[in-house]
């Protein structure tokens, strides 16, 4: 892969990724998704543990609550793309070009990965709004790495399910039955040690698990060697990335041996 290449692979993604963002300024329900979700979720997570006596998992309960905010919207708005390129007849169209497929819809679950990194922010409001809890970040920097890696990751994440939308035409309902069982797998609503044993190996192959690990440790600040975790986390997203692109190699080969995407 020469500079050309990859000069021309980030000017793809770039320019998809300001696309998705502007349609996304004026869409109700990206708005809804990213913004007045977080503080629904926020109100209930954090509610049911302080009116349960447990006010220690005060913390937990809204980075669990950001980073099911930021999944949510990943999932649904990476659905939501490929129905709105169904619904406007471009699907086939994008799939015909040069430029794969992969790459178009990378740029569009970035950006909106990244902007529903505001639900982060958000859900800490809440919670200090709400049930007075305090807002304040113990280790800043490793917060915001964690953060950054866990956003990049989910988008790979999100890629490996958005291959599976291409051929369904019910994306939307499909993005509703996968999204409880990521959240409640990867520990975001519930402790990890209250889920049976046999479930901790699906826990560790959810890039959330770590990154509410990350997020939770760097927030309290205790002082654990987060190196590790950030190799786990990276290394995930290199795999849902070869995953992924293994499927949507698959998809287009099924839309070229049929000759449309009709069929789907």
């Known amino acids: 892969m020469n500079l050309n290449t990859i000069l021309s692979t980030l000017r793809i993604i770039k320019n998809s990724a300001f696309l998705q963002i502007k349609s996304n300024a004026v869409s109700i329900y990206f708005i809804a998704t990213a913004f007045l979700q977080p503080v629904i979720f926020t109100l209930i997570s954090v509610g049911t543990y302080l009116y349960g006596k447990k006010p220690d998992f005060g913390l937990f309960a809204i980075t669990g609550t950001g980073l099911i905010s930021i999944w949510n919207s990943n999932l649904f708005t990476s659905g939501e793309i490929i129905n709105n390129e169904r619904r406007t007849g471009t699907l086939s169209l994008i799939m015909a070009t040069p430029t794969p497929l992969m790459l178009i819809l990378l740029g569009k679950s970035f950006a909106n990965a990244f902007t529903s990194a505001f639900a982060m922010g958000i859900t800490f409001l809440t919670g200090r709004i709400a049930y007075g809890l305090p807002i304040g970040i113990a ?126």
Request: hydrophobic letters at 50%; glycine letters at 6%; proline letters at 6%.
């Open 139 to 264: 280790d800043p920097l490793n917060f915001a790495i964690s953060l950054v890696l866990i956003i990049i990751s989910i988008t790979c994440l999100g890629l490996v399910f958005g291959s599976l939308f291409i051929l369904s035409r019910n994306a939307g309902e499909f993005t509703s039955v996968a999204n409880f069982p990521v959240y409640l797998l990867s520990g975001l609503s519930v402790p990890l040690t209250l889920l049976p044993l046999w479930t901790r190996p699906l826990s560790q192959l959810l890039t959330p698990t770590w990154g509410n690990i990350v997020l939770n440790e760097s927030a309290a600040h205790t002082h654990a060697d987060l190196l590790p975790n950030y190799l786990i986390i990276i290394g995930l997203s290199i795999l849902y990335l070869i995953i992924a692109r293994f499927l949507y190699k698959k998809v287009e080969y099924l839309a070229l041996e049929a000759g449309t995407l009709e069929r789907w």
